[in-house]
């Protein structure tokens, strides 16, 4: 029997091509061309959410974020691909990227010298905001005036619609967007030939896409949509843990304060 085509959009497709720590060189070369960095500061990147993806991780599918790179400077980019943009999604997008955020801070340490984060979310069916830009960048902002943002240079949020060609700024981004869209094995190869690190992106998909433990794995819109849920709940959860272990370490929780001024 022949096997299936999976779009390299699809979840595990997705994990396999940019969220191991093997295939790192395709992770940094799509960031590349979409955040326009240099290579040094891609330097010595770590996927930091790395798993080794065979039969028995791919069954157990327990993997939250997508991609979480660090940077040696200590900088984090999450990066999120989903099929359908809509509140649950962007509610996971914000849980991750402040959670991270908020993970980077060590107890003690330098305000100013905290680390940049980014969270990047791929989408291809965006029910949200403006539909038709490739392109959109969400600050905190003053809510009278747009250009008043709270630490811009350290925190924000980047929504991509694949659906939409690239502007000119990020011409060099678009064969990455239309080997993501990639509709079945010839549309990805013939993009593919475009460049030399995108053909070896295919043979890894298609390599990966080939073992029988993958062609088995449903890629279906309920079970989607129940690990959406799942994720979103423990993100949740993990915040109010975290909070509270900083409450009680700051001596603010169960009472503390209350004794220190009895």
Known sequence: MKNK?????KDLMFKNLFGIEENIEFTIDMLKKLLHYNNNYFKDAKVINSIK?????????????D???KLKNGDLINIEMQSEYDKEAEMKSILYATGNFYKS?????EYNNRPKVIGITLVKNLKLHNQNKFIQKYYITNEQDINDKMIPESFYIILINLKVECTCEYYEF???RRFLNSENKKEMYNISKTSEILLKAYKEEMRFMNLEYVQDFRYDEMLRRSREIRHIKEAREEGIKEGKKEGIDFGILEGSTRKTYE
């Open 5 to 9: 085509f999976i779009q390299p959009s």
């Open 67 to 69: 991609v979480l790179l």
């Open 174 to 176: 678009e064969n990455w």
């Open 53 to 65: 993806l065979n039969k028995e991780t791919i069954k157990n599918k327990h993997f939250e974020m």
């Open 105 to 109: 801070i060590k107890s003690g340490e």
